[in-house]
């Protein structure tokens, strides 16, 4: 009776809109009985060595949860943790509970284990585990839902039993998940989401490449065999440019990364997954692939006019298996020719890479870089183009901005016609044509449509000489 009459006044507390938070200390008997019976703390609760806890109603705590009770009951109730401020769950003891709901955006950090018999409902907020380890536990026959980015566990899960479970692990950014399948007894398994993968340059054949980015640590702790299936998300975490069909789980042995096998399916640039064969042995697990991945990603390049010269920029990632870049030059844009090679640094991380064109020019030059794997296989860059305009300066100026008509003032007398393209900002030329320059007039191009308002390009050929000036129209 003692302890109902003390239940009712921490409610009534709560009820009346006391400003200070209600701390509940139990050391004897706490019983909710019932799924209508309900206890509201909205300070600390703290269940002792000496305590006796059975929930089969509704635990709503606000703040810490600290647990001594060995052998508690797991009871058929539900423990809600929605705190606003970040809540720690400790004692030394695992906290047992039936069903489990975590709706806390500041997070929940596991200094002792909380045991789920039930069914875990994530709502909101990241439960991060300590290393010591602590683990968040599944029982036989539990199961969660709801996890995603902004709810998921940062560390150890543990999870009992012989049916698939899919571990809802990540980086307290992103939900990174791992699978257990096809297990052939009950058995307990410990699984937590790492980056960046250990040991990358240690590959047992047939295995060629590893993914870099990350991994997953799947331990056995009692059991027999399994398959680990694996997943990734290239709008998370970079994926390399594997080719589907060379794709391979891989085990780290202590020695080096083996081929576990699989399937791949999905696409390598959004989402897709692999499951291994079935193993016995565990530990960590990366995705790897027994072919080269296809060559790497350009992520930018651009080209800029300096005094005397061209200045080439460009910058990659997930180089691998790569030898050497060409740089090429058009005066058409089609026709490139070889201006020069420079090695490539073979690395998964963005790399920069810089070359200087000393060659004279006139007009427009376009330039793209090749890169060129150990296999022979190649990949083009983007087409990056300036143009020489120290002629134009000179010699002829085209008036900005432009509406019905382009005007053009020349301090030279044309002999022969000078011809035009007008080129929109994709580089398709939408107008073309011939005119002579008088020199000191205004010499205009009247178009005979109303382009859409914007940047163009003007480009003048003249005396074998190609200039080209930014034109804006109105």
Known sequence: MKTKIFLLQVLCSVALGLNAQTNLYNSGLLQLNTPADTLYVSGN???TSSGALTNNGQLYLLSHLENAQASMSVGTGRLYLSGSSI??????QPFKTYDLVSNNSSGIALHSDISISGTHTFINGVITTSSTPNFLIYEAGSSYSGAGDASHVNGWVKKMGNTNFTFPVGNDTYLRP???ENLSVSSEFNARYNAPTPNTSQLQYPLLSIDVYEFWEVNKVSGGTAAVHLYWDNSKVTFPAYLLSGMAASYFDGSGWTDQGGTATGDV???GDIASNTVSSFGYFAIASKSFPLPLKFLSFTAQRKEGYVDLKWVTAEEANTDHFEIERSRNGVQFFLL?????LNRFTAQEY??????????IAYYRIRCVDKDGRSKFSKIASVFESSYLHKHIQVLNPAADEIIIRSQVEDKESTAYVLYNQAGSAILKGNLKLKGGMENTIRLSFKPAKGIYYLKLIRANKEIIEKLVIN
């Open 340 to 344: 020069g090679k420079i090695p490539t």
């Open 45 to 47: 609760f703290t269940n």
């Open 269 to 271: 640039a959004t989402t």
């Open 354 to 363: 810089t070359y200087k064109d000393f060659s004279s020019h006139d007009g």
């Open 178 to 180: 791992v699978a257990i």
């Open 87 to 92: 809540q720690t769950v400790s004692g030394g």
